[in-house]
């Protein structure tokens, strides 16, 4: 059974820290592109980082220098650090995996955790 499980929310304090976890099972992510999202209620799913397999990061210009994403093929997880938090990050963050190729495409969720910047 295909899985993304994410971990590592909570709430924290402006200018902190947090490191998110996602966790794979059911396919190995090393051929994938993963990425991290984030939505607010009312708002669309917003992209906020990427690594393509073998690729070097990308991010939003919202989170650039204060976020890192990260890769452990070899764990089949994915990590996300996140730092100089501002309340404006406040979200659920998601998860995914993407694999397309010569017309085959896979797109697999995670179920999201909260973060929540607030003093």
């Known amino acids: 059974q295909v899985q993304l499980v994410e971990s590592g929310g909570g709430l924290v304090q402006p200018g902190g820290s947090l490191r998110l976890s996602c966790a794979a099972s059911?396919?190995?992510?090393?051929?994938?592109?993963m990425g991290w999202y984030r939505q607010v209620p009312g708002k669309q799913r917003e992209w906020v980082a990427r690594?393509?397999?073998?690729?070097?990061?990308n991010y939003s210009d919202s989170v650039k220098g204060r976020f890192t994403i990260s890769r452990d093929n070899a764990q089949n997880t994915v990590y996300l650090q996140m730092n100089s938090l501002k309340p404006e990050d406040t979200a659920v963050y998601y998860c995914?995996?993407?694999?397309?190729?010569?017309?085959?495409?896979?797109?697999?969720w995670g179920q999201g955790t909260q973060v929540t910047v607030s003093s």
């Open positions: 995914n995996a993407d694999f397309r190729l010569l017309g085959a495409q896979h797109n697999y």
């Open positions: 059911g396919f190995r992510i090393s051929v994938y592109t």
């Open positions: 690594m393509a397999s073998g690729g070097s990061p």
